[in-house]
Protein backbone atom coordinates (compact mmCIF):
# COMPACT_ATOMS: atom_id res chain seq x y z
CA UNK A 1 0.00 0.00 0.00
CA UNK A 2 1.60 3.65 -1.08
CA UNK A 3 0.15 7.03 0.44
CA UNK A 4 0.95 10.17 -0.54
CA UNK A 5 0.34 13.49 1.05
CA UNK A 6 0.75 16.74 -0.78
CA UNK A 7 1.71 20.50 1.59
CA UNK A 8 3.36 23.09 -0.18
CA UNK A 9 0.16 24.83 -2.04
CA UNK A 10 -1.26 28.30 -1.57
CA UNK A 11 -1.98 31.51 -3.01
CA UNK A 12 0.06 33.60 -4.72
CA UNK A 13 0.97 36.40 -6.76
CA UNK A 14 1.80 36.30 -10.83
CA UNK A 15 5.48 36.04 -11.08
CA UNK A 16 6.26 34.38 -7.51
CA UNK A 17 6.91 31.10 -6.57
CA UNK A 18 5.82 27.79 -4.18
CA UNK A 19 7.45 24.66 -3.53
CA UNK A 20 5.31 21.79 -3.43
CA UNK A 21 6.15 18.56 -1.35
CA UNK A 22 4.94 14.89 -1.59
CA UNK A 23 5.94 12.53 1.22
CA UNK A 24 5.51 9.16 0.56
CA UNK A 25 4.94 6.06 2.57
CA UNK A 26 4.88 2.65 1.66
CA UNK A 27 7.07 0.31 -1.05
CA UNK A 28 8.05 2.79 -3.98
CA UNK A 29 11.21 1.95 -5.27
CA UNK A 30 13.25 4.28 -7.40
CA UNK A 31 12.37 2.68 -10.82
CA UNK A 32 8.66 3.65 -9.86
CA UNK A 33 7.53 6.76 -11.82
CA UNK A 34 6.42 10.00 -9.62
CA UNK A 35 5.08 12.91 -10.76
CA UNK A 36 2.95 15.73 -10.77
CA UNK A 37 -0.64 16.59 -11.92
CA UNK A 38 -3.29 19.43 -12.06
CA UNK A 39 -6.41 19.96 -12.43
CA UNK A 40 -8.10 23.37 -13.08
CA UNK A 41 -12.17 24.26 -12.51
CA UNK A 42 -13.91 22.68 -15.76
CA UNK A 43 -10.55 21.07 -17.01
CA UNK A 44 -9.56 17.06 -16.87
CA UNK A 45 -6.41 16.40 -14.95
CA UNK A 46 -3.31 16.84 -16.88
CA UNK A 47 0.13 15.85 -16.79
CA UNK A 48 2.39 18.42 -14.86
CA UNK A 49 5.87 16.98 -14.48
CA UNK A 50 7.33 13.60 -14.17
CA UNK A 51 10.50 11.92 -12.86
CA UNK A 52 11.92 8.37 -12.58
CA UNK A 53 15.01 6.70 -11.82
CA UNK A 54 16.30 10.39 -10.22
CA UNK A 55 17.32 10.65 -14.18
CA UNK A 56 14.71 10.42 -16.21
CA UNK A 57 12.46 13.69 -15.89
CA UNK A 58 9.07 14.79 -18.68
CA UNK A 59 7.64 18.09 -18.12
CA UNK A 60 4.57 19.87 -19.89
CA UNK A 61 4.94 22.27 -22.46
CA UNK A 62 3.49 24.81 -20.58
CA UNK A 63 5.59 24.53 -17.47
CA UNK A 64 9.41 24.27 -19.30
CA UNK A 65 11.80 26.21 -17.89
CA UNK A 66 9.58 27.18 -14.97
CA UNK A 67 8.99 24.34 -13.05
CA UNK A 68 11.61 21.63 -11.75
CA UNK A 69 11.10 18.25 -10.08
CA UNK A 70 13.20 16.39 -8.03
CA UNK A 71 12.78 13.15 -5.91
CA UNK A 72 14.76 12.95 -2.34
CA UNK A 73 15.28 9.21 -2.05
CA UNK A 74 16.30 9.58 1.48
CA UNK A 75 13.25 11.14 2.80
CA UNK A 76 11.03 9.93 0.14
CA UNK A 77 9.52 12.99 -1.19
CA UNK A 78 8.98 14.67 -4.40
CA UNK A 79 9.50 18.09 -4.67
CA UNK A 80 7.97 20.60 -7.52
CA UNK A 81 9.43 23.50 -7.77
CA UNK A 82 7.52 26.47 -9.10
CA UNK A 83 8.56 29.73 -10.51
CA UNK A 84 7.60 32.73 -12.53
CA UNK A 85 3.71 31.35 -11.87
CA UNK A 86 1.01 32.30 -14.22
CA UNK A 87 -2.71 32.60 -13.32
CA UNK A 88 -3.04 29.81 -15.80
CA UNK A 89 -1.32 27.67 -13.13
CA UNK A 90 -4.15 27.58 -11.08
CA UNK A 91 -4.86 24.55 -10.14
CA UNK A 92 -5.44 21.53 -7.91
CA UNK A 93 -2.15 19.95 -7.99
CA UNK A 94 -1.76 16.08 -7.08
CA UNK A 95 0.95 13.85 -6.66
CA UNK A 96 0.98 10.13 -8.33
CA UNK A 97 2.97 7.41 -7.81
CA UNK A 98 3.04 4.73 -10.72
CA UNK A 99 4.40 1.16 -9.45
CA UNK A 100 6.09 -1.18 -11.98
CA UNK A 101 2.83 -3.63 -11.78
CA UNK A 102 0.81 0.16 -13.15
CA UNK A 103 -0.93 0.38 -9.92
CA UNK A 104 -1.78 4.09 -9.73
CA UNK A 105 -1.86 6.13 -6.49
CA UNK A 106 -2.82 9.51 -5.67
CA UNK A 107 -2.38 12.40 -2.80
CA UNK A 108 -5.24 14.42 -1.82
CA UNK A 109 -4.30 17.51 -3.58
CA UNK A 110 -2.98 20.75 -2.85
CA UNK A 111 -4.24 23.83 -4.07
CA UNK A 112 -2.50 26.62 -5.98
CA UNK A 113 -3.74 30.02 -6.54
CA UNK A 114 -1.71 32.94 -8.82
CA UNK A 115 -3.18 36.19 -8.63
CA UNK A 116 -3.02 38.42 -11.40
Known amino acids: QVQLVESGGGLVQAGGSLRLSCAAS????????MGWYRQAPGKTRELVATIMSGAFRNYADSVKGRFTISRDYAKNTVVLQMNNLKPEDTAVYYCKCRLSDHRDYWGQGTQVTVSS
Open 26 to 33: GSIFSHDL
